[in-house]
């Protein structure tokens, strides 16, 4: 099992332009989640999703779309990107058993310019 | 509302020494704790896990034990390797809180260990 995979892992964009980072995930888990990780900050819950067709927001959404429109995969777009989404952005996946034990992906790193 | 606090980094020790980060919580409901670490330039993975009080997660020759009168988990190690340097997260889930297992994280402590 390849467990939770994003694409790309490096990406630069200018300010103003848009992306889609994709995750997915081979372990059938029903609970998915995009965090970023900025220095000093820990890792911050961007949106989160329960299911197929289902998004929810977290803690910081705002300048960030998701998608699920299948179980194994949990898109995160960047409409008009800003200077300050520079991050590195994590998905997670997890069963919906508690205690909703999450597993990382390698992670994106993003630099807007 | 729910958080974590764990302490400042960077720690730095010896090969062999004793480690402890400390780590405090304050949540609403009845939270799940955890410790996740992450290796340079890689993403995070669960070191262990306790889910209710007095539970005792270990991995790896770390221990860390859910204190509810004190509303803390501790991770400790009893003889660091080098191979140990990394950032050390703790964090909560809260079953009741209403957002299906979403963690809250600390900061991070970055730990060096010298040879």
């Known amino acids: 099992n390849a467990g939770v995979t994003q694409t790309p892992k490096f990406r630069v964009l200018k300010t103003g332009q848009s992306m889609t980072l994709l995750c997915a995930q081979d372990m059938n888990h029903e609970y998915m989640y995009w965090y970023r990780q900025d220095p000093g900050m820990g890792l911050r819950l961007i949106h989160y999703s329960v299911g197929e067709g289902t998004t929810a927001k977290g803690e910081v959404p705002d300048g960030y779309n998701v998608s699920r429109l299948k179980k194994q995969n949990f898109l995160l777009g960047l409409e008009s990107a800003a200077p300050s989404q520079t991050s590195v952005y994590f998905c997670?996946?997890?069963?919906?058993?508690?205690?909703?034990?999450?597993?990382f992906g390698p992670g994106t790193r993003l630099t807007v310019t | 509302g729910n958080s974590v606090t764990q302490m400042e980094g960077p720690v730095t020790l010896s090969e062999e020494a004793f480690l402890t980060i400390n780590c405090t919580y304050t949540a609403t409901g009845y939270p799940s704790l955890f410790w996740y670490v992450q290796y340079p330039g890689e993403g995070l993975q669960l070191l262990l896990k306790a889910t209710k009080a007095d539970d005792k997660g270990s991995n790896k020759g770390f221990e860390a034990t859910y204190r509810k009168e004190t509303t803390s988990f501790h991770l400790e190690k009893g003889s660091v390797q080098v191979s140990d340097s990394a950032v050390y997260f703790c964090?909560?889930?809260?079953?009741?809180?209403?957002?299906?297992?979403?963690?809250?994280f600390g900061k991070g402590t970055k730990l060096s260990v010298k040879p």
């Open positions: 997670a996946s997890s069963t919906r058993e508690w205690p909703y034990e999450q597993y």
């Open positions: 964090a909560l889930s809260d079953r009741y809180g209403g957002s299906q297992g979403n963690l809250i």
